[in-house]
Each structure stands twice: as C-alpha cells, then as structure tokens.
C-alpha cells in the first residue's frame, strides 16, 4: 500500500472508481473484523449510536441479511424498508422516498435497486453515506471485495492468478465488479459462455473471451460459475436449462481441467445441476461458504470507513 494512503470515500457506489489501495485496504480491515464473528459475544460497540438504513427494492436474502449482522455486530440500529412496505407502491419517486429518508437523519443508507445507477443517483440527494448493494446490471461492490477477500485469504495474494468466470456475464453484476476487481489486483480475467451473453468490450478491458470450456478452465487458479436467472429462461439470448447445464454446467471433469488447488466459487443461491453440480458445490475446493462468511466481514469494514 502506498505511503501515507487514506481511505477518502463518502460512498461505496462500485468497483470501478476503487483503487488497488483502496481494495487492500478495504481487505485488510476487514481481516480485522473477521475474528469479531468468531468470539462468543459477537458484539463491538464501534458503530454505537449510528443508525443504518437497508433500502432493498430488489428480493435478497445472503446481502440483505450480511449487511443486517454486519451493523449489528458493530452495535448500530438498522431499519429495514423493501419495495413492498415502501411509499413507492402509492407511485413516490426514489429522489423523493430519499429525501424524506434523508430528513430522519440516517448515518447510512444500503440500496438494492433493479435500476443501474440508482445508488449513484440516491448519492445525490442525501447526507448519508450510500452503499451501493447490488444496482441493475451494473455492480454489487461488495460481493467483489469478498470475492476478493476469499481469494487472498486461500492464494495470499490476488496478482498473477487466472480467474475464470463462467455464465451470463452480461447481466451480471457480480461479474462485472468481479472482472474490474480481480484486473485492477493484477490478475488475468476469463470469461466463458453463451455468445449471447458475454458483453461486447470485454477484450478492451483486458480480459479474455473464451471459445470453449477447456481454454476457460485450464489451470485456472479460480473457476466462479454465475447464477442462470431462471426467470429468464424464456429470453431467446439464453439456451434452454437442460443446455445450458450440459454446454456450459462445471461437472467433475470440467473442475479437473483447473489447477489441483483451484477454488470453486459461486456467488449464489445456486441452481444444483444448472450451473455447478452438487458434487463440485460440495466438494474439497468449494469455498462458496467461505465466501458467505467474508460476506459480512467485508461489510463491517465498508460501514466502518464509510463514517470515517
């Protein structure tokens, strides 16, 4: 890390304006929070008083839930607002749900949104730090940097490794802040899938578009396969699930091609015998749990620096 770095950012709004110091910093504090989830009281009063805002208008259970145990863990008050039980229902804006959000004061407001860009534009509009829990297609910042942190924490280090994303890269946030991550550590990126899904640009950036399965997979450091929506399965970009799984699902054998010692990661929830099989789920070099526990690790850390 460079001499005489601070951490000088309001929001955590995406991957993309983060540097590699910022990342490694980001990281190691939150290896400095991780040992508080391992203590019998699991409880520090560094966020005492601070009141934090979990504004999802998109379902979610593992973010959702993170963020929760994060802010409680560091004893703030949380308050949970979903699209359902939210004044968007009756036809308010986002401006204005958070500028009335904004005049109860909040130290901290995490939004999901289905719309690309909605954290950013929330920035605008309010006093509180935003981060940014998963917008559109764009980003999910914090799933990157745990992603991230799992990696380091098995490989100790996150340059000079081959990352391996499989799936719809398209509509992917997680891959999108993923590929901008691991590249920005100084890792290679590549990525393998539907031709229909793989966004144009990518050899731009520096990662590389695969052909087949085996140019992914081999000697891969990392393979991370990607949620199929299935709530898209009738879109004509994607092939049918049963070819999905059987073109583009890791099996055993796809596993075999990466490095003994490669990690298997997803983001989840999986969809078992899609995407990844039940047997590479579940077997020695999944860290997929892994990345669930750094998941809150890494949000203890964003809500710490974002209140400065």
């Not at 805002?53 to 593992?62: A, K, V």
């Not at 308050?79 to 004061?105: H, V, Y």
């Not at 749990?289 to 750094?294: G, S």
Request: proline content about 5%; charged content about 20%.
């Amino acid at each position: 890390m460079t001499t005489g770095y601070f951490f000088s950012h309001r929001h955590i709004l995406d991957i993309e304006h983060l540097s590699a110091d910022d990342i490694d910093y980001i990281l190691t504090t939150a290896e400095s929070f991780k040992e508080i989830s391992a203590r019998p009281i699991k409880k520090v009063p560094t966020l005492r008083g601070n009141t934090i805002i979990n504004l999802f208008f998109e379902p979610s259970t593992r973010t959702r839930l993170s963020f929760e145990i994060a802010a409680k863990r560091m004893s703030a008050d949380t308050f949970n607002i979903s699209a359902s039980t939210s004044s968007t229902t009756k036809g308010e804006t986002l401006i204005d749900t958070a500028r009335n959000i904004s005049a109860m004061n909040p130290d901290i407001i995490i939004l999901r949104h289905s719309f690309s860009g909605a954290p950013h534009m929330l920035s605008q509009y309010v006093n509180a730090a935003v981060i940014n829990a998963g917008d559109g297609t764009h980003e999910h910042p914090s799933q990157g940097l745990l992603d991230m942190m799992t990696v380091h924490e098995h490989k100790k280090r996150l340059n000079d490794l081959k990352i391996t994303i499989i799936g719809d890269i398209l509509h992917s946030r997680v891959a999108h802040s993923d590929i901008l991550g691991f590249l920005r550590m100084g890792s290679e990126v590549f990525v393998y899938g539907p031709g229909t899904l793989i966004p144009p640009g990518l050899q731009e950036l520096g990662v590389t578009v695969c052909s087949s399965m085996k140019e992914a997979v081999e000697d891969a450091d990392v393979v991370m396969t990607l949620r199929i929506q299935k709530e898209r399965q009738n879109d004509p970009l994607l092939p049918s699930l049963r070819e999905y799984a059987t073109v583009y699902g890791v099996t055993a054998k796809v596993a075999s091609w990466a490095r003994p010692d490669a990690l298997i990661m997803h983001p989840g929830p999986i969809n078992r015998g899609i995407e990844l099989m039940p047997d590479v789920a579940d077997g020695p070099q999944s860290v997929i749990l892994d990345q669930v526990t750094n998941g809150v690790a890494v949000r203890m850390a964003l809500l710490y620096l974002v209140t400065g």
